[in-house]
């Protein structure tokens, strides 16, 4: 419930009756303590407990949808079903739903990320409102009306809030990073630390006066509603400590989240039901709901995790468009829960009142005209004005990622969070010893991180420094027992060293906890693989394909087997599918182009050298197989000597001419060409480094070319020699 102050409702209500003293409560005591005031000191432990049995991440996706997603349900039937709150506000009711739909799908199909600055801002506000608006009812329960009250209790909910935002390393590393990511200027850390003391300076100054406000009332005998305070005590005290003393971001956000949606679906509750006794002006589908039932309680319930369910939707999408629409409409969702509540729960309005079981209030506002209407248009230019210039900030943005998270590491040097997400993009680059000390900078400010462990621990292994790397892994397992990237990360590791059982016992520990992890799957099959059981291997990828019929490695690593065994149409059907849903994966490319060429299909198969090269230029094994074909390709029209010349020399540059096959293309090049002196040279090259492989089967290929070549020299020579 989205409320501002408004000195004109802060008077004594106009039947000269204010509430009286012993009906404090919304409800009643103990409704009103689980429901409303005490509902912290059960989300606590029921999250703590949830907890040993869902991961984090698990826990935020479903109180993300069931909760956050859902409770905007109860808010639309306010909206759409109230007739004479419709026929006040129908312009906004019909038009707003359209505009910011319109918004929301334009931004998540050009992967613009501005709306997520308002989403963050606009949500804060929307959970420090709703509180204020709590405040103002339990405040009306005992007839506190007095100005300076209402506005102390206003600049309390401000104050404290955003306390709990600007304190917070992780919601503020959020907020920049998505600010960065919409093209806003960089912010020096200096104004941050400048901006935060003078906000905590502030926010103690107005606790101050709000006390001595509350021991003058109590002095002049108006003394305000403890429950207020105790509202407020607990409110604040549990947004700070979701904010600021929980590391994990998403587990902050889903404590006060649930916090946030049982006050809510609480109060919509009562006031509905409250209407319909009175039979105000209601659709028959709100007045059949709300009716006093258990079962209607439980169908309510039901209604708004069904809405809710849209975002779990959203989550096991994964094709582009259809997701990115979805993406959309949950927003859309999302901000129009945060306007309608600005305006359809106010509490000084007296229809408002009376379905909340107060006295007294202003009369209803009157259906907008121009002048109204005016500066309605006015204050949506708070929204469309920074969505406009930050949708166009990004568009025209020319910076990259890694200078963005530099920015963030300069804004927030002692944030964890930015160091972290600067070693990501690092890595992501390629730069892995730079991003090793940025994991070990994060770690520097939070040791006890199982995420940024993991993360060093992948960089390690890409550095082949395994023993290292298993250490980080383990410590992160240590952390968090059940971290399915962890253990997986820790298996591959551990597969390197040739500790295959310790790593297939891990893998099966993933598929204990997720039976539907396609990648432990995928490792599995790897391991075993490895171990020269080639038939369990092809069994792991066919589960992993059931678990996840678009798992491109399941493909991949499929098609690689099928191949060797000779069964080349099963192999081409497979790395088609991966690089149906992996387009620019270059190793199916360049495995499919080998298969081709091994069914004559030369020309299909120079397409997909072509691609995997594409995808990653100079790649030996791609260059290689097109450096091949384009030096023996039967068609001269195809056959390119000078290009498989070109591409031969570049390959074997790069193994430092030790690797065998790339030795035997460049002979085979260099004999296309003519150059048979150059061929026998490089052919004798690559025998022996096929011999020192050893790959007795490649050396007998090199053998019978190396023959040709020395028998094709000694022609030439005998020509040379008869002229």
């Known amino acids: 419930m989205d409320h501002k102050p408004a000195h004109r409702a802060n008077t004594i209500p106009k039947d000269g009756k204010p509430s009286p003293a012993s009906s404090l409560w919304i409800l009643g005591s103990w409704k ?102 709590f405040v103002r009812i339990y405040d009306a329960k005992s007839g506190s009306f007095a100005p300076l009250t209402v506005r102390l209790d206003w600049l309390m909910c401000l104050a404290w809030f955003g306390l709990g935002l600007f304190y917070s390393p992780g919601r503020m590393a959020a907020l920049l990073d998505v600010f960065y990511l919409s093209g806003g200027p960089p912010i020096p850390g200096a104004a941050i630390h400048t901006f935060q003391t003078a906000w905590g300076m502030a926010t103690a100054l107005i606790t101050g006066s709000f006390l001595i406000n509350l021991w003058w009332q109590w002095r002049e005998g108006q003394p305000a509603n403890p429950i207020k305070a105790l509202l407020m005590a607990t409110s604040f ?43 105000q002006g209601i659709g028959a589908f709100t007045r059949f709901l709300f009716r006093r039932s258990g079962v209607l309680i439980g169908l309510y319930v039901g209604l708004v995790f069904a809405y809710g369910a849209i975002q779990l939707l959203t989550d096991a999408i994964d094709r582009g468009f ?22 359809i729960w106010k509490v000084r309005e007296r229809s408002t009142r009376q379905g909340l079981g107060l006295r007294g209030g202003q009369a209803d506002e009157a259906a907008p005209g121009p002048g109204r209407g005016l500066n309605h248009g006015l204050m949506w230019s708070l929204f469309v004005i920074p969505v406009c210039l930050m949708g166009w900030a990004e568009w025209q943005s020319s910076g990259s990622k890694l200078e963005h998270y530099r920015s963030l590491v300069a804004s927030l040097p002692d944030s964890w969070y930015a160091h972290n997400r600067l070693g990501l993009e690092l890595r992501k680059e390629g730069r892995l010893e730079a991003a090793a000390q940025s994991f070990r900078q994060a770690l520097a400010l939070k040791s006890e991180s199982a995420e940024v462990h993991n993360n060093l621990g992948v960089t390690l292994r890409s550095q082949d420094r395994t023993e290292e790397a298993v250490a980080h892994f383990r410590h992160a397992l240590r952390l968090r027992p059940g971290a399915i990237e962890a253990l997986d990360n820790l298996g591959i590791a551990l597969a390197s060293q040739g500790r295959i059982e310790e790593a297939m016992r891990l893998f099966r520990k993933v598929l204990e906890l997720n039976p539907k992890s396609a990648e432990a799957l995928v490792n599995l099959g790897a391991a075993s693989r490895s171990q020269g059981r080639l038939e369990e291997a092809i069994t792991y990828y066919r589960r992993a394909l059931e678990v996840d019929a678009e798992s491109t490695e399941a493909h991949y690593n499929l098609g690689n087997l099928l191949q060797d065994q000779g069964k080349l149409d099963q192999a081409v059907s497979h790395y088609r599918q991966a690089l149906l849903f992996k387009p620019r994966y270059y190793p199916a490319h360049n495995n499919l182009a080998m298969a081709l060429k091994t069914q004559g299909k030369l020309d299909q198969a120079i397409a997909h050298y072509r691609q995997a090269l594409a995808a990653n230029p100079g790649w030996p094994p791609a260059s290689n197989g097109l450096a091949w074909i384009l030096a023996t390709h ?28 790339s030795l035997d293309t460049l002979a085979g090049a260099y004999a296309a060409a003519g150059r048979f002196d150059r061929a026998v040279a490089m052919a004798q090259a690559a025998l022996k480094a096929a011999s020192t492989a050893p790959d007795e089967a490649l050396a007998t290929d090199i053998r019978r070319r190396l023959a040709f070549y020395r028998q094709a020299l000694a022609s030439r020579e005998r020509r040379k020699a008869m002229k």
Not at 240 to 269: C, K, P, R, T
Not at 327 to 339: D, E, I, K, P, R
Request: net charge positive; hydrophobic share 50%.
């Open 32 to 133: 009103d303590l689980l429901l409303f005031v005490g509902t912290p000191a059960l989300i606590i432990p029921l999250v703590a407990a949830a907890g040993s049995r869902w991961t984090t991440e698990e826990i935020a996706v479903y109180v993300v949808a069931f909760g956050a997603i859902g409770h905007h349900l109860p808010g639309m039937m306010r909206a759409y079903g109230d007739r004479e709150l419709f026929r006040r506000f129908k312009v906004r009711f019909l038009v707003s739903p359209l505009f910011l739909l319109l918004v929301c799908l334009l931004f998540a199909h050009w992967h613009l990320n501005g709306l997520r600055v308002i989403f963050l801002l606009w949500g804060a506000w929307h959970a420090l409102a709703q509180v204020y608006g």
């Open 237 to 279: 005290g549990f947004w700070y400590y979701a904010m600021v003393g929980i590391d994990n971001v998403l587990l902050g956000i889903a404590l006060f989240e649930i916090f946030h949606d049982v006050q809510y679906l609480s109060i919509v509750w009562l006031y509905n039901r409250r209407r319909v006794d009175k039979g």
């Open 322 to 343: 259809l997701q990115q629409s979805l993406f959309g409409v949950v927003t859309a969702s999302t901000l129009l829960h945060f306007y309608f509540d600005g305006f």
């Open 634 to 661: 039967p068609d001269p029209d195809v056959r390119d000597v000078a290009e498989a010349l070109k591409l031969a020399q570049r390959t074997a540059q790069s193994t430092q001419y030790r690797h065998a096959p």
